[in-house]
């Protein structure tokens, strides 16, 4: 038991690897639709590309949404429109109407018999109105038609009225009015309008939800097909276009087909079947870092931030889908190469990238189109999202993909309908969108370098500020150390743009890889402005660990200050396994007799393991080591430049880097030219 406990915390970045492999299988595979895949491929106005298609059972032929969505249209307009008439409202006016009548019998000036003739009156009103019926306001703008026929129900009847015959507010208003003209006294007409006006009140309301009901009723016996297909009978023949009413069948065809593979007994099946295809993407992506990104495969944080990105767009993809599909070029799967561009590099966004639409293809329609889009949308974003610390940068790349995205769905759509015509243009406006939310990598980079601790091109132009804390701090404890990292970092910058490497990358690690000098500044040369070396009271041992430790004190430094990690390595790899040659053969020198452990003598490692930390190796001594020439020529400074160069090959120092021959010999030469240049002799003026 002790040994597997032992062997799976020796092993437990593999393992790591493998849980987080199952789980992201998993969890794509859940995402994807359940359902079966049809075998052929097609579009409307397409060539039939495969063999004679005859049918394979008998299957109904499938009305289009189209089809249905105008039955239903037209069910819809010639349905008849429902009212409801309430009794309650009747009786409470007829109740109201006597109460305020006794009312007037007791308090108004009018005389009895008057109000009794008053009284008739409105109750001949009364029933005028609702023996036709009042309707609503809100309801009278139901019907545009007045001569249309429409059900009134009242209880458990329905009684059908022409709408024109039911009274509105203006119909009542005039009905009252005409009552009232044989009455002579203006008062008594005047008081009756004021109270008839008051308590009649409309008692035909528009029913909604059972005209609704009716309508919904009426849909479920519209017929979802238009004819049959017998077992056997030729569909289409190759070469054939894909049109009218061939398309239909095969859509239908496809249809059936797909909820026949999808059943119960097939389902452990095609399940199988997507974990297998899922699989394959992630462990190609596995593989790829393994063989061509090792520092990102043996870091298990990096690996599951790939991973986190790869699922979040599937899963942000699916949920746009499951909503509405009409929307499936909104989401901006661009931002994937962007972030991991800015992070990582170029090949290793793209590779994640074509792995992620790939998968896609799988649970959009018109997969091809789609893949077809989104790899060349790729494609454009690595050529030319560069520099995302300078903001115009990325408003020009993602201009440029967006008109990308419309020039090839235009091709697409020209290609299937034959001409320009029938464009769909809400999809420019998507693109358009798309583009827009591709912003949204700013501040998921930013997110990004919180969560998982990562370094982009916006942290590295912050940290390269020499105002900032600790490079202020090393321009005043060791000036000359502050002085030298600065030209280090215009030769690493200056190297890196010809080879193209991370320019940026590279001028930061060496602005901060000597950091550590500032805790023993005067142990160092360029700070020695007094012509004090204190290295003359010490063995070469001594001074040798103190030259050595520089290393390690700087890693510690920037550890407390919160250095990425990216940065350390800089400081962690620029002196390599090399050797502090001078105080090696100084003690050589003072102990001839006696073997001189070399690794004493020897900076701790590790050796470079990038094209940028090699870089600033060869930066840092040919920019300290041309200090010592008394009179630097062009030929003196190419004569160092290269035994220093070729020294370092020699002891392997760049054996890791994946830098090149032709890398070195590029760098060789913009070293020595820059060098040249500041060493260049000026005019002697006058005294």
């Not at 280090?488 to 890889?513: P, Q």
């Not at 290269?642 to 994946?658: E, G, H, T, V, W």
Request: hydrophobic share 40%.
């Amino acid at each position: 038991m002790k040994n597997i406990i032992n062997k799976l915390y020796q092993n437990n970045t593999f393992f790591f690897k493998v849980i987080l492999f199952l789980v992201t299988t998993v969890a794509i595979v859940y995402l994807f639709p359940k359902g079966g895949q049809f075998k052929y491929e097609f579009n409307n106005g397409q060539l039939w590309r495969y063999d004679n298609l005859y049918a394979p059972f008998d299957f109904a032929i499938q009305k289009t949404t189209e089809e249905i969505a105008t039955e239903k249209k037209e069910v819809k307009r010639n349905s008849k429109q429902y009212f409801l008439q309430n009794f309650d409202i009747e009786v409470k006016v007829r109740s109201t109407y006597n109460s305020r009548i006794s009312l007037l019998k007791k308090t108004d000036s009018l005389s009895a018999q008057k109000i009794e003739v008053l009284s008739k009156i409105g109750q001949d009103v009364i029933d005028k109105v609702y023996n036709k019926g009042f309707l609503e306001e809100v309801s009278q703008d139901k019907i545009f038609n007045n001569n249309e026929i429409v059900a009134i129900r009242k209880g458990n009847e329905v009684e059908d009225f022409i709408f024109k015959n039911l009274l509105t507010s203006k119909d009542v208003l005039e009905i009252i009015r005409g009552n009232l003209e044989k009455e002579k006294a203006n008062y008594g007409k005047k008081v009756m309008l004021g109270l008839l006006s008051e308590i009649i009140k409309p008692n035909i309301f528009f029913d909604k939800e059972y005209t609704e009901k009716v309508i919904e009723n009426e849909f479920k016996s519209i017929s979802y097909t238009k004819g049959k297909v017998a077992s056997g009978k030729l569909i289409i023949l190759k070469g054939d276009f894909v049109e009218g009413k061939k398309l239909a069948i095969l859509n239908s065809l496809k249809s059936e087909s797909e909820s026949q593979v999808w059943s119960d007994s097939n389902y452990n099946w095609i399940i199988l079947g997507y974990t297998i295809l899922v699989s394959l993407a992630l462990l190609m992506l596995l593989l790829f870092l393994k063989k061509y990104r090792v520092e990102i495969y043996d870091n298990n944080n990096k690996v599951t931030f790939i991973f986190f990105n790869v699922f979040s767009m599937i899963f942000i993809q699916t949920l746009v889908i499951k909503y509405n599909s009409d929307y499936l070029y909104v989401v901006p799967l661009s931002v994937l190469p962007i972030v991991l561009k800015a992070f990582f590099d170029a090949r290793l966004g793209l590779f994640t990238h074509v792995l992620t639409v790939l998968l896609l293809g799988y649970i959009v329609p018109d997969s091809f189109e789609f893949i077809y889009l989104h790899i060349i949308a790729g494609i454009v974003t690595i050529l030319t999202v560069s520099e995302l610390y300078k903001r115009a940068n990325l408003f020009i790349s993602v201009a440029q993909i967006t008109l990308i995205y419309m020039i090839t769905y235009f091709a697409f759509s020209i290609i299937k309908e034959g001409n320009a015509s029938q464009i769909n243009g809400g999809y420019f406006l998507l693109f358009a969108a798309n583009g827009l939310l591709s912003f949204l990598s700013i501040i998921l980079i930013y997110m990004y370098e919180k969560v998982f601790g990562l370094v982009s091109d916006v942290t590295l132009l912050e940290l390269s500020n020499t105002n900032t804390k600790l490079l202020r701090e090393l321009n005043e404890k060791a000036p000359g150390t502050f002085q030298h990292s600065m030209q280090v970092a215009n030769l690493a910058e200056a190297a890196a743009n010809e080879i193209g490497a991370n320019s940026m990358l590279v001028r930061t690690g060496a602005l901060y890889h000597d950091i550590g000098k500032m805790l023993n500044p005067m142990y160092f040369t360029e700070n020695q402005s007094t012509g004090v070396n204190p290295h003359n009271d010490l063995s070469p041992r001594d001074s040798a660990k103190i030259i050595t430790d520089h290393v390690i004190k700087g890693i510690e430094l920037a550890k407390k200050n919160k250095l990425p990690d990216r940065i350390i390595d800089f400081i962690r790899t620029h002196h390599g396994t090399t050797l502090t040659y001078y105080f090696y053969v100084k003690e050589k020198e003072l102990n001839p007799e006696t073997k001189v452990n070399i690794k004493k003598f020897q900076y701790r490692g590790p050796i470079p393991f990038s094209k940028e930390t090699a870089i600033l190796m060869m930066c840092d001594s040919a920019e300290a080591a041309s200090k010592s020439l008394k009179k630097p020529t062009a030929l003196s400074i190419s004569n160092l430049i290269d035994k220093i160069i070729d020294k370092q090959m020699s002891d392997n120092q760049f054996l890791n880097s994946n830098i090149t021959f032709k890398e070195i010999d590029i760098i060789k030469k913009v070293i020595k030219k820059k060098l040249m240049n500041m060493y260049h002799l000026r005019v002697e003026y006058p005294e």
